[in-house]
């Protein structure tokens, strides 16, 4: 036991071969993130608009954005232990503070039309374009909104968390579930409308779309690249968190609360340290959220939006990153890719009686009860995905094929 916690603490004391396979991980994330960007690249700019690439793009932007926000919800509910339902409200938060801070200053009267035009009357990516020119202003522009936006749930984060965190178990659940509804509820409402424009839509804010770098005649399009870097950068500094001290402090309150605090371990302080970092995930999901829509309302961010995100969670495994990760890109691409003929009454030429609008929904539910029934740890459980984990899986898989044959032929002997 002492030995798994000094090698844990103590990289250098740690078997060389769990060293080589270290350096085989990071070496390997490294090319295959090289690889995946150019493809993302070629993919923006080079290859022909089609149904295959018109489907491919939007649900490998939405399930990076899906990825980081269960990661983020994983951070809190995964490797804390606290179940939280007030995602939705971070993300709403994040999604509109960046949609305000971006709006540009000649669409606010079209955009704010009932409420003058609305209290904010500049765009900080149109300040940054006015001298780095619009493809990298608006590139700079929104990383800065999105950090904000982050702080300003972040913010929110550690004004709720001061009564919210002392309450455990279905009480905090219940708690924080309500606060993302009185958020949802004061953003549409109209005396706040010079800010969150009360019910209406917040639009014509950089979006994607706009994250394009024009060379001479041609415009090389960033959208799909930049939301997978600030998903990368993300889910890179939340592994790093949970791999630090910090992160097996928050292991510690989540395995025993009693057990921690007679370690020494300030429960509030690391409950709210978890709480807060997780927010401004989901704030920063938001943003990248509205980013991809082009329009946000807050009358979509409602709990369901939650409980999808707490499902790929569930899913994916609670305690597992790349587990979340798999499981948002699979619920996404299931969801809105893969099952839509079901909905189309028909299988490329053949028709189908019983096919109909709707009838994706039923096949994705039964789905996913299969897959909680058959994976009741998710599918990657609490485990972590890594090149060398598949290499030596691979491996066992020949040897046990290799031992069944020889067991075979004794026992034919």
């Known amino acids: 036991m002492f030995k798994k916690i000094n090698n844990a603490l103590n990289p250098s004391l740690r078997h060389p071969e769990q060293e080589r396979a ?3 991980n990071k070496v390997g994330a490294i090319i295959l993130l ?3 960007y150019v493809f993302l690249f070629v993919l923006d700019n080079f290859l022909p608009a089609g149904s295959f690439t018109g489907m491919l793009i939007p649900v490998l932007r939405k399930g990076a954005i899906y990825a980081l926000l269960c990661v983020s919800m ?3 509910n995964g490797f804390t232990g606290l179940f939280s339902l007030g995602q939705a409200g971070f993300m709403l938060i994040g999604g509109y503070a960046y949609a305000i801070l971006s709006i540009p200053a000649s669409q606010h009267a079209a955009v704010y039309q009932y409420f003058d035009g609305g209290a904010i ?12 020119g619009a493809g990298l202003g608006s590139f700079v522009g929104s990383i800065i909104c999105i950090i904000i936006a982050g702080v300003i749930a972040a913010l929110f984060a550690a004004l709720i968390g001061i009564p919210v965190l002392r309450l455990k178990s279905d009480y905090l659940a219940i708690a924080t579930l309500g606060f993302a509804e009185i958020i949802r509820a004061i953003f549409q409402w109209n005396g706040f409308g010079i800010i969150t424009n009360g019910s209406n839509l917040l639009r014509k804010y950089t979006a994607l779309s706009d994250i394009r770098w ?3 005649s041609v415009s090389l399009k960033f959208g799909t690249v930049f939301v997978f870097l600030i998903v990368t950068i993300c889910i890179l500094l939340i592994v790093l968190l949970i791999n630090s001290s910090y992160g097996r402090a928050f292991k510690a309150v989540r395995d025993d609360e009693i057990s921690a605090e007679a370690m020494g371990i300030n429960l509030f302080k690391h409950k709210m340290m978890s709480f807060i970092i997780s927010s401004f995930f989901a704030g920063v999901g938001g943003a990248l959220l509205a980013m991809y829509q082009t329009t946000i309302q807050s009358a979509a961010f409602t709990s369901a939006m939650t409980y999808e995100i707490l499902l790929m969670v569930v899913i994916g495994g609670i305690g597992s990153v ?7 890109f699979l619920y996404i691409a299931a969801n809105e890719w893969w099952l839509r003929f079901l909905d189309s009454g028909s299988i490329g030429s053949i028709e189908v009686s019983f096919f109909r609008g709707g009838f994706r929904k039923v096949i994705f539910s039964i789905a996913i009860m299969i897959i909680v029934l058959f994976f009741s740890r998710g599918i990657m459980g609490d485990k972590e995905l890594s090149i060398t984990g598949v290499i030596n899986w691979f491996k066992n898989r020949k040897e046990r094929k290799l031992a069944k044959k020889i067991n075979a032929s004794k026992e034919g002997e």
């Open 22 to 24: 270290s350096r085989i």
């Open 34 to 36: 090289a690889i995946l």
């Open 74 to 76: 994983n951070l809190l």
């Open 121 to 132: 009357q500049f765009s900080i990516p149109e300040f940054f374009s006015s001298f780095l």
């Open 214 to 216: 024009d060379i001479g």
């Open 322 to 328: 790349s587990g979340s990760g798999i499981a948002a």
